[in-house]
T-cell receptor, first 114, second 112 residues
Framework: GAGVSQTPSNKVTEKGKYVELRCDPISGHTALYWYRQSLGQGPEFLIYFQGTGAADDSGLPNDRFFAVRPEGSVSTLKIQRTERGDSAVYLC????????????FGNGTRLTVT | AQTVTQSQPEMSVQEAETVTLSCTYDTSESDYYLFWYKQPPSRQMILVIRQEAYKQQNATENRFSVNFQKAAKSFSLKISDSQLGDAAMYFCAYCSYDKVIFGPGTSLSVIP
C-alpha cells in the first residue's frame, strides 16, 4: 500500500498479558517512530529508528516496553505484562531521513487493557 | 529538554471566518523545524504546514499560514475562510535531529 499500515486496528487484552503491535512503513522511509496517544492528549514520543537501530528510545516508559525493526522496514512494538494504564492509541509514523521531512502516520492501534 | 505548549485546549470559529491557534516551544537549538498537524475524528494525522527555523518568511499553504517568531519561540497557525472540514484536533510539533515532539493539541470547532 501507499501509506503507513498498522495492525491490528484494535486490540483488547487482559491485564498481565503480552501484546505485539505492528507497523509497516512507507517503502523507502528510513525513519520510523512510535507514539502513544491518550484520549484528548497529544502524541507522546516513545522511540524512533533510523534503519534497524533505535536512534532514541528515551520515551519508552519502562522496561515492559520494547520495539524492534530487524530489517529496517517493519517494526513491532512489544508490551509485556500489560497494565490498564497502557490503554491508549499507539501511533506509528515514518519519514525520509532529512530533518524537515514530515511524518506520515498510520491510523494507529487502539489498545484496551481490561 | 524541548517542550511544546498549546495554551488553547478548545477554540471555535464561525464558518468563513478566520481563527488563530497558538503554539510556543522551548529549545536551546538554533536549527530545527516546526509543523502543524491536523487529526480529525478518524484518527489519521495529516500534515497541514511546515516551517524551517532558518527561514524568516512565514510558510503559507492555501488557507493556512503561520506567524513564526523565532526570538519569542512562537509558532501560531492562522486558518482563513474556515470550512466545516477544518474541525479537528490541531497539534503543533517541533523537530530537531529527527526527533519530533508534539504539543497537547487544540480542539477546533467550526460553527455553521
Amino acid at each position: 500500500g501507499a501509506g503507513v499500515s498498522q495492525t491490528p486496528s484494535n486490540k483488547v487484552t487482559e491485564k498481565g498479558k503480552y501484546v505485539e503491535l505492528r507497523c509497516d512503513p512507507i517503502s523507502g522511509h528510513t525513519a520510523l517512530y512510535w507514539y502513544r496517544q491518550s484520549l484528548g492528549q497529544g502524541p507522546e514520543f516513545l522511540i524512533y529508528f533510523q534503519g534497524t537501530g533505535a536512534a532514541d528510545d528515551s520515551g519508552l516508559p519502562n522496561d515492559r516496553f520494547f520495539a524492534v525493526r530487524p530489517e529496517g522496514s517493519v517494526s513491532t512494538l512489544k508490551i509485556q505484562r500489560t497494565e490498564r494504564g497502557d490503554s491508549a492509541v499507539y501511533l506509528c509514523a515514518s519519514s525520509q531521513i532529512e530533518n524537515n521531512s514530515p511524518l506520515h502516520f498510520g491510523n494507529g492501534t487502539r489498545l484496551t487493557v481490561t | 529538554a524541548q517542550t511544546v505548549t498549546q495554551s488553547q485546549p478548545e477554540m471555535s470559529v464561525q464558518e468563513a471566518e478566520t481563527v488563530t491557534l497558538s503554539c510556543t516551544y522551548d529549545t536551546s537549538e538554533s536549527d530545527y523545524y516546526l509543523f502543524w498537524y491536523k487529526q480529525p475524528p478518524s484518527r489519521q494525522m495529516i500534515l497541514v504546514i511546515r516551517q524551517e527555523a532558518y527561514k524568516q518568511q512565514n510558510a503559507t499553504e492555501n488557507r493556512f499560514s503561520v506567524n513564526f517568531q523565532k526570538a519569542a519561540k512562537s509558532f501560531s497557525l492562522k486558518i482563513s475562510d474556515s470550512q466545516l472540514g477544518d474541525a479537528a484536533m490541531y497539534f503543533c510539533a517541533y523537530c530537531s535531529y529527527d526527533k519530533v515532539i508534539f504539543g497537547p493539541g487544540t480542539s477546533l470547532s467550526v460553527i455553521p
